[in-house]
């Protein structure tokens, strides 16, 4: 008896239990439903009020598509060239077309918190003191910094850059959208190059190139057209110099531009490609990955280039198609030009890329197709990533110096300066309040 009576309180508490579990169940999928519901039609509500929004200031809307603010400051010029609007994005061909850029602010009712990315110019960010930034930002949000100019002639020296973009979009090869001046294409039409690691085609070491038209009226040794007349770089020195060593061999070096030789009738583009053996591509900066289409006045005219600048060339052009002069004295650079010309065969083998490649300048807003890859791409968009010292990526090596301490207003800044500079004799130092206050007097 007393067996049954325990079965049977037992089955009562097993149902008890049963019916507890069941409600509990209920109750919070009914939870989970309503908050998903609420968030969605939340999300809803949020979205027809940007339309709403969007329609009352005579802008079209589209859910489906990644917003993109070009910041501006209406002092500044942009070095950004971008159109408004989606059109861009199919023009291009782009793997993603749901894009669409704007500089117009009003197109989310001052709420920049809407758009899903914001790109930052350089040309604004120079006058980053001076610069109005956005008030409010949200998490999902990507802050975009961009740049085609060199970090020596764009100095961004401020602590408040640091941690502030997400990604990065410039000329340097380990930017997260790579835009380089000019690319490297196989016959194929796929590009090579600028790459990190290239691996260019083994079969230019042995190939010959015999087309003798390419030689056959030039008389002149070295041209030079230069882009602009001042910069940072000793290049008009070492043009002068590399002019004097030439004599010695009595070849000649032609120098067109800022206060030098005019250029022609025919223009000096045709000039190079009919008298001239060699063009100096001597960039106007030397900086990390820096390679205009300056030496493209060379490979499109039949001129071998003479680079100097601070890139690793062997990422960015066919090898042996260039003389890197870099760390050549005018006097080596010049023995060297005399035995090419002296010699065909030498001179002709800086040719035989023309059977692999073609060298061409990229067109004005390259990497906006890579851009809508990434605003399409869930992992990097969901992913916070930013740069934690962002002096140290734009500034390498002796650049970082810039840096130091320009910029500074204060002394936790002026510390944060000589903290974080490279190549610095303080480098890897912390440097006490106490230096700080010697260094001021």
Partial sequence: MQFIMRTDTFAKLFFLVSITGLVMYAVLAFYTFHTAYTTMFKEDKDQDQIKDLYIRNGYKYDRDLKYILLWTDPDLPLVTKFDNGQQQF???????????????????????????????DINVLTNWRKMILPEKRKTRQKYIFYSVI??????????????????????????????????????????????????????????????????RNKTKAVAWVINKCVTKTPRRF????????????SLVMDIYGCRNLKCPKEGCLKAIEKDYYFYLAYEDSIEDDYVTDEVLKGYHHNAVPIVIGGADYTQFLPYGSYINARFLTAEKLSAYINYAIKNPEVYMSFYRWKKYYTIEKTERGHGICDLCNLLNDHERMTTHS??????????????????????????????????????????NKQVSPDVIEDLFQ
Avoid at 168 to 176: F, H, N, Q, R
Avoid at 397 to 402: N, Q, S, T, V
């Fill in 90 to 120: 199919i023009n291009r061909g782009c793997p993603h077309t749901n894009c669409f850029i704007t500089t117009i602010k009003e197109y989310l009712g001052g709420e920049y918190t809407n758009f899903d990315a914001i790109i930052f």
């Fill in 238 to 249: 070492f043009a002068r110099e590399l002019q004097k060593a030439l004599l010695e061999y």
């Fill in 386 to 427: 930013s740069y934690t010292n962002f002096r140290n990526w734009w500034y390498t090596g002796p650049l970082a110096e810039k840096c130091y301490p320009k910029g500074a207003t204060n002394r936790k800044e002026w510390l944060s300066y000589i903290n974080n500079t490279k190549k610095h004799k303080m480098y």
């Fill in 150 to 215: 060199p970090s020596d002639l764009a100095p961004i020296c401020t602590v408040q850059a640091d941690d502030y973009f997400n990604w990065t979009w410039s000329y340097k090869l380990y930017s997260d959208i790579v835009a380089p001046f000019i690319e490297v294409k196989n016959l194929k039409g796929d590009v090579v190059a600028p790459y990190p690691d290239v691996s260019w085609d083994p079969g230019m070491v042995t190939a010959s190139y015999n087309d003798t038209n390419v030689i």
